[in-house]
């Protein structure tokens, strides 16, 4: 079973090879389409996956919390 870190954790880890390797289509990929798919896409991705990871870290602390009150 994962834990709210461990899953933070994740998506931190997979945003962050995700925007690795659009990061590197640079090369080859230089017009208004990828430009597009950055604002379309990427950066909608990249908000909610820091939403995400903020809420799970809300809620560890409140997991956390309920274990220390339940001890």
Avoid: N, Y
């Avoid at 430009?35 to 560890?60: N, W």
């Amino acid at each position: 079973m994962s834990t709210p870190v461990a899953d933070e954790a994740a998506l931190e880890g997979a945003l962050r090879d995700l925007l690795q390797a659009f990061s590197a289509t640079s090369d080859g990929w230089r017009d208004g389409a990828r430009d597009e798919f950055d604002r379309d896409h990427l950066r909608e991705i990249d908000a909610r996956t820091r939403q995400a990871m903020k809420a799970l870290a809300e809620l560890s602390a409140l997991c956390a919390d309920a274990v220390r009150r339940c001890e």
